[in-house]
């Protein structure tokens, strides 16, 4: 019977898009350097937010000066970072559904703890049984590190928890924890993408993975 759900944060519950593009266009400008479109970030996101300054500034950047658009980034970020972030829609109803399930829910992130946790308090407050986020003595998804954490936390197992996420970093750590995962496809990444890294699941709208629930639980 599964009793957990394991949720990505940004492209699974809360569209950050937006926010997260004008902190990169912030720490690159920091820079002297380009702006990035939207479509450009969607696919830089992911691995945390040292790995998107990275994929964002030129090619040929130095270190010490990526260091200081990310710092730049950070910055802006922590001012700006509810600016334009939403929910998706469904998700606050099926967070709300799972709860009267008993169903206990956590979220993983790799972006820094602090952020997720104001946003797991702003959005969906008393939500989430347990969250973590970027920490510096636990590496980055798509290690199962957190996963495994989260679940000894919250009493549960690999057998009993789902993943879900909408990206291949998220695919490949339910694989990596032996958990099994969900795709979801009104993410950051196609459901192209999430077929190809094999996704136990791939639902196309928040109700579904109450139709998922209830197939693997009879």
Known sequence: MID???????????DTLEDLTDATNAG????G??????EEVRHFVGNGVRHLMMRAVPQGTSQQDMEKCLAAFKDF???HWQDKTRAYDGIPQLLAALRKKGIKTAVISNKYEQAVLELCRDYFPGSFDAARGQREDVPLKPAPDSVFSI?????SGRSRAIYVGDSEVDMDTAHNAGLISVGVTWGFRDRELLAEKEADYIIDRPEELLE???RLNG
């Open 4 to 14: 957990t759900i394991i949720f990505d944060m940004d492209g699974t519950l809360l």
């Open 28 to 31: 690159l400008a920091c820079g």
């Open 33 to 38: 350097y380009p702006a990035r479109t939207v």
């Open 77 to 79: 970020y922590a001012h």
């Open 151 to 155: 679940l000894e936390e919250l009493g």
């Open 212 to 214: 998922v629930l209830s």
